[in-house]
T-cell receptor, first 111, second 113 residues
Framework: DGGITQSPKYLFRKEGQNVTLSCEQN?????MYWYRQDPGQGLRLIYY???????QKGDIAEGYSVSREKKESFPLTVTSAQKNPTAFYLC??????????FGDGTRLSIL | QQQVKQSPQSLIVQKGGISIINCAYE??????FPWYQQFPGKGPALLIA?????SEKKEGRFTISFNKSAKQFSLHIMDSQPGDSATYFC????????????FGTGTQLKVEL
């Protein structure tokens, strides 16, 4: 089945540690996105990529990094510089100008 | 700057009733107006969307009404069912702006028997 796979579903991070969240899509979409969701709030855009080897900062990029070496993959690294990383992270993809399709998220918690 | 205001924050509707959720925006460059549905522990899923060239779009029990001059659009769920209980988000975007969605804060809908 075509879709977006995020892994792991749950992730725990120690203080001062970088962690990487995986996002893979087999929809052949050019664009991919990372959002953060906090309780009682809408989704906020962290980074997006419209094409391989190119990506742009979203509204809350500080403390995060991404890469886009392959069309189907867009991993997100939450660095130790992100002081409040506990959140639900969602990855999405789309064709140009088309609707975004979301994965089922990764919930990150701090130990 | 809050570009998208969604209301109400929560809504309780009886089974068979009509659920109405509203979204007001400021950015006149928005040209795509979707509603997403999210269940707990899942990612949002596109429910219905409209472009500004029409004022209303209906898909089954779900209708979007769009008022360009007022910069508002709303979601109407007819004959609401317990399975519709979820969080709903409006998320307008500008296709000339990288197709970035600007999410509202969400509406928690509960449909009671």
């Amino acid at each position: 089945d075509g879709g977006i796979t995020q892994s792991p579903k749950y992730l725990f991070r120690k203080e001062g540690q970088n962690v990487t969240l995986s996002c893979e899509q087999n929809l052949n979409h050019d664009a991919m996105y990372w959002y953060r969701q906090d309780p009682g709030q809408g989704l906020r855009l962290i980074y997006y990529s419209q094409i391989v080897n190119d990506f742009q900062k979203g509204d809350i990029a500080e403390g995060y990094s991404v890469s886009r070496e392959k069309k189907e993959s867009f991993p997100l690294t939450v660095t130790s510089a992100q002081k409040n990383p506990t959140a639900f992270y969602l990855c999405a993809s789309s064709i140009e100008g088309g609707p975004q399709h979301f994965g089922d998220g990764t919930r990150l918690s701090i130990l | 700057q809050q570009q998208v205001k969604q209301s109400p924050q929560s809504l309780i509707v009886q089974k068979g009733g009509i659920s109405i959720i509203n979204c007001a925006y400021e950015n006149t460059a928005f040209d795509y107006f979707p509603w997403y549905q999210q269940f707990p522990g899942k990612g949002p899923a596109l429910l219905i969307a409209i472009r500004p060239d029409v004022s209303e779009k209906k898909e089954g029990r779900f209708t979007i009404s769009f008022n360009k001059s007022a910069k508002q659009f709303s979601l109407h769920i007819m004959d609401s069912q317990p399975g519709d209980s979820a969080t709903y988000f409006c998320a307008p975007s500008s296709t000339g702006g990288g197709n970035k969605l600007t999410f509202g804060t969400g509406t928690q809908l509960k449909v009671e028997l």
